[in-house]
């Protein structure tokens, strides 16, 4: 990889750009004369180095200053006083969200002497006891990243477990997603990510970012991971706070061209070619004044720009390697196989004559479908049939910044970034598709300090983004030629014709040939006002202030409108329908183990609106001792579709006396046997005319009409008991800050994702989503006009409560010589109120093996359904961790930073959509959780070479300023899981379910042969 910087005639570029708009940042200390008495009344000055911004406070009776809501950057402290010689320290530098302690001794004599210093270049954290770390911008620009995406840098600090193996991996289906990543035991997508304090995460993308700021945009930014200050608020786990360069009174800018190229690229040793890798990212900025010589802001001082812009083009292969039918198989010949496992003929039990299934028993239409399997090309471990794919990705992004000092008592700044992003989507599917998601992400903050010891800072900002997926829609080349029915000859009859696309076809111990087709829009905007007010009350640094945020989404939701065949050899009737032992003689034969389809594609329209106010009381009790005591407060509505098109079932609105009947062979619902809406509620008093208007017929229906209970829109009571208090405290041992020990707990709530509201227009009676086991192909629903039982993908319980985490911890961070700082601390946790999704009408186990010959839906609680999956609140989290960190900071602009983690996470749900193999016994899963390693080593550097550095000659200008950067992680593995796959526990669902542990799981392992495969049993039956 290479960058490459350009210089202008004009102006000497180079990546020291200041950001100005992060405003929650302090200087703050103790003014005392050289006996250590403290000096109430003097004036203590801030000045900006990069623009001139000017701050003052006066000492209290007890000689603290505090300078509040400061841009980031490094300033001069000045202080005077009466009868003391001027003090001037330079060099302070003041970090997003940090409350730089820095403490004043002045020397008697006259204010016109003067006494100047330069600033350490690290301190310690002697005024908070959050957990909190800082990626500095040196890290974000300087540090080579595979992939060049920004929340790579989190691996750098203690508490972060990654799942990812290359940066490329966080370019996720919908943007940039840290949906890989953890910290603290927090599941991966509960973190809060704000650009210069505009929130720029949707809350219901998996934590994905509206804007993926590229590296060399960062100034800085500061990861809160445990019992930080009540001014953050909207997230259960980390809070990222982003700062984004800004001009200065300089001109400074950076061009740049990073590449990756498979020329310099081994083969994989399953890989037939070596899989295409086409990788530039390149960009700009430039930042500086902006002015009009003896006209306006000739001091260049007040208003300044950054703007810049980035691109990536990305064409990534990757080697697939899967396991397909033979050519023998598909032509159904088995007689390789020991003749106890040749296929059964399902209508007399006996095995086919030779191990041959004879082509006049095949389905014509399964055939079609088995064939679209590609033919074996490779023999080795994993599979039998290897390819590659180049997935195409670009990405665009727009960044404009002004900030504007109206005066020393009113800033404004105003931002608005936007990114595009473009990929092919699905390459490993039978139908790919395009995807166009331009996101945004806009600001405007308004800072007033009426006085020294107020300041206000108000902020508007507009997010968002758009998603597009119907175009580029096309036949995958690998596998077909058309991605229609039609194209295909398929002539089985569908239940509802909502698709002409082919469907899903799944095999039992082989890959799935997936077809999703898509019709998919998404309009997401979020608009937040916020306000924090800081007044310095004696030794009270007092801060409160409120969030509103109002978010509107419209998306469409797409089932399997297209159909899914699900062939496998569980239990079933025997007869025409039933299973030969043999998945794919059952596909031959067209025998299926379930056929789900849905009826059509609906579109909700989310709303929702959160309040969050909050104080926040830093009080300094002596010199060595301050306290963080904080309160806030959410009110989350649960979101909601405008339409009341969202249905949700609940058991106490099921009526078995008008349950409908479920014919046992067949498992069809028999006609005008009761309710087919039995249990299901809308939320709300009735439909809104624009969805009477979008969905006709259905609205209209009394049928539907009588689900209206006068339920809260989104079918959930509002949790109100959001309280979150939080108390931290610093104290500094030995007086002379160079060894704290801080601490604090802190209670934190976060919205739950709202995917589990999105595919609840997905319920009947809006789309219908019909299971039915032990069918043929060429006639799914048996031939006749029946209503079958739906699956409800996306309910959730009335009472749902609002995720809840308690952290706390407790360390020292010690000073330590050649400018470097060790902190210890050891970070606890633990989470209630995790959502995840239980079946409520899953069978009992033992159910299918008692009940021979009849149909699982039959058998099921609530008749009239097949699975009811719920969105439940009920799981947990408890995670401790030692964590360690030691950092060096070079004054020529390197650093090196070690971070140690120990840690043992457990959870009961890996995630909010995550379903428990047995939904009577959320317990059973309780273990590690599958995003945790229990240790990670971490060694990151960005060191200047120490020659050179100024030099004059043409050489020494040409070989110096090179500096070496790199990281070195070494770490503990992921839990892997192993399951079965059929339905041993005989509860209806298959895949789900664990095998017993018989033996030594790691006896007899060699090569890539991880596990012992005779370590593992299926469970008995039942």
Do not use: C
């Not at 006049?360 to 479908?369: G, I, M, P, T």
């Amino acid at each position: 990889m290479r960058s490459l910087a350009f210089l202008s005639s004009a102006l000497l570029l180079s990546a020291v750009i200041s950001a100005q708009t992060t405003n929650n940042q302090s200087i703050l200390g103790t003014v005392q004369d050289a006996t250590g008495a403290v000096v109430p009344g003097a004036t203590v000055t801030a000045t900006s180095e990069e623009t001139n911004l000017t701050r003052s406070a006066t000492s209290n009776e007890s000689g603290n200053y505090v300078i509040s809501d400061l841009p980031i950057g490094f300033y001069d402290i000045s202080a005077t006083a009466q009868g003391f010689k001027k003090f001037v320290l330079t060099k302070v530098q003041v970090t997003v969200g940090q409350q730089a302690n820095v403490n004043v001794s002045l020397d008697l004599g006259s204010v016109s002497e003067s006494v100047t210093v330069q600033a350490d270049a690290v301190r310690v954290e002697a005024s908070t006891g959050q957990v909190s770390n800082l990626i500095t911008g040196t890290q974000a620009s300087q540090i080579q990243l595979n992939g060049r995406n920004f929340p790579q840098l989190l691996q750098l600090l203690p508490g972060v477990s990654t799942t990812y193996s290359s940066g490329f991996g966080l370019f996720g289906g919908y943007g940039v997603s840290n949906s890989s990543q953890s910290i603290n035991g927090s599941r991966t997508d509960t973190f809060s990510w704000y650009l210069d304090g505009a929130d720029n995460k949707d809350n219901g993308g998996g934590g994905n970012n509206f804007i993926n700021i590229n590296p060399d945009a960062i100034a800085e930014f500061r990861v809160l991971t445990a019992n930080y200050s009540a001014e953050y608020g909207g997230s259960s786990g980390a809070v990222i706070s982003i700062a984004v360069k800004g001009g200065t009174t300089d001109f400074h800018g950076i061009g740049y061209e990073f590449f990756r190229n498979d020329a310099i690229q081994a083969r994989a040793f399953n890989a037939l070619t070596i899989p295409e890798l086409r990788f530039n990212n390149f960009g700009w900025n430039l930042g500086g004044p902006i002015y009009i010589p003896r006209l306006f802001n000739t001091d260049r001082s007040k208003l300044f720009f950054f703007i810049g812009q980035d691109f990536k083009r990305l064409r990534q292969g990757a080697t697939n390697t899967w396991t397909v039918p033979t050519l023998a198989q598909r032509s159904g010949d088995f007689s390789s196989l020991p003749s106890s496992q040749w296929p059964k003929d399902p209508v007399t039990g006996q095995a086919f004559q030779g191990g041959i299934v004879p082509s006049s028993r095949w389905s014509r239409d399964s055939v079609r479908l088995l064939n679209n399997y590609p033919a074996p090309n490779f023999s080795g471990a994993g599979g039998n049939f290897v390819f590659n794919t180049v997935a195409p990705l670009d990405t665009n992004e727009y960044l404009y910044k002004v900030d504007y000092n109206i005066s020393t008592k009113n800033q404004l700044s105003v931002h608005y970034f936007r990114d595009y992003y473009t990929s092919t989507q699905n390459l490993t599917q039978l139908i790919t598709y395009h995807r166009n998601i331009p996101g945004t992400n806009s600001s405007v903050q308004w800072t007033h300090v009426p006085n020294p010891t107020t300041v206000n800072v108000a902020q508007f900002t507009f997010t968002g983004n758009v998603i597009f997926e119907k175009t580029g829609i096309a036949a995958n080349p690998i596998f077909i030629k058309d991605y229609t029915r039609t194209g295909e000859g398929l002539i089985y009859p569908t239940i509802y014709n909502a698709s002409d696309a082919v469907p899903t076809i799944q095999v039992s111990g082989f890959t799935s040939l997936t077809a999703t087709p898509l019709n998919f829009n998404n309009f997401n905007r979020i608009f937040d006002w916020k306000d924090d007010f800081s007044k310095i009350l004696g030794n009270h640094n007092v801060k409160t202030g409120i969030l509103i945020m109002r978010s509107r989404k419209n998306q469409d939701n797409v089932p399997a409108i297209n159909g899914t065949f699900v062939f496998n050899t569980s239990a079933r009737p025997p007869g025409p329908t039933g299973t030969t032992g043999n998945a794919v003689a059952d596909a031959l034969l067209g025998n299926f183990y379930s056929y789900t389809e849905a009826s059509s594609t609906r579109q909700g329209w989310y709303r929702f609106s959160q309040i969050e106010p909050y104080v926040q009381d830093d009080w300094k009790m002596t010199q060595r001792l301050t306290l963080n005591l904080g309160l806030r407060w959410a009110y989350m509505q649960p979101q909601y579709s405008a339409l009341n098109n969202t249905t949700a079932f609940l058991p106490q609105y099921f009526n078995p006396a008008q349950a409908v009947k479920i014919d046992p062979v067949t498992g069809a619902i028999l006609p005008n046997s009761g309710n087919i809406y039995d249990g299901l509620v809308l939320g709300g008093s009735g439909f809104p005319q624009a969805a009477i208007a979008r969905i006709p017929g259905i609205t209209t229906d009394p049928a539907v009409q009588a689900l209206f209970h006068n339920l809260p829109k989104g079918t959930a009571y509002t949790d109100w008991n959001t309280w979150q208090p939080r108390i931290g405290f610093a104290y500094d041992l030995t007086g002379n800050q160079t060894t704290v020990l801080r601490g604090g707990y802190g209670i934190f709530h976060e919205r739950i994702e709202g995917n589990y509201i999105f595919s609840a227009v997905n319920n009947p009676p809006f789309v219908q989503q019909t299971l039915i086991y032990y069918g043929n192909v060429q006639n799914p629903a048996g031939g006749a006009l029946q209503n079958f039982p739906s699956t409800i993908n996306n309910s959730h319980y009335l009472d749902m409560k609002v995720p809840r985490t308690m952290n706390w911890s407790l360390g020292i961070q010690r000073k330590l010589g050649g400018d470097s700082i060790l902190d210890i601390t050891y970070v606890g946790s633990s989470a209630a109120n995790l959502s995840y999704q239980d079946d409520i009408n899953q069978l009992l186990p033992g159910t299918i093996q008692t009940h021979p010959g009849v149909n699982v839906n039959a058998l099921r609680a609530y008749p009239g359904y097949a699975d009811i999956y719920e969105y439940n609140t009920g799981a947990n989290n408890i995670y401790n961790a030692l964590e360690v960190q030691l950092r060096k900071q070079f004054r020529q602009g390197g650093l090196i930073n070690i971070a140690y983690t120990w840690s043992k996470d457990r959870t009961d749900a890996n995630a909010y959509n995550y379903q428990p193999q047995d939904s009577y016994n959320l317990r059973g899963d309780w273990g590690p959780a599958n995003y945790n390693r229990n240790q990670i080593f971490v060694f990151s550097y960005v060191y200047p070479l120490p020659f050179w550095r100024t030099g004059q000659t043409w050489y020494e200008k040409a070989l110096g300023g090179w500096q070496v950067s790199g990281v070195t992680t070494i770490q503990s593995g992921l839990p892997f899981n192993v399951t079965v796959q059929n339905d041993p526990a005989g509860i209806g669902i298959s895949g789900s379910e664990r095998p017993n542990v018989t033996g030594n799981v790691f006896q007899g392992t060699h090569g890539t042969q991880y596990l012992n495969p005779a370590a593992f049993a299926v469970p008995a039956n039942g």
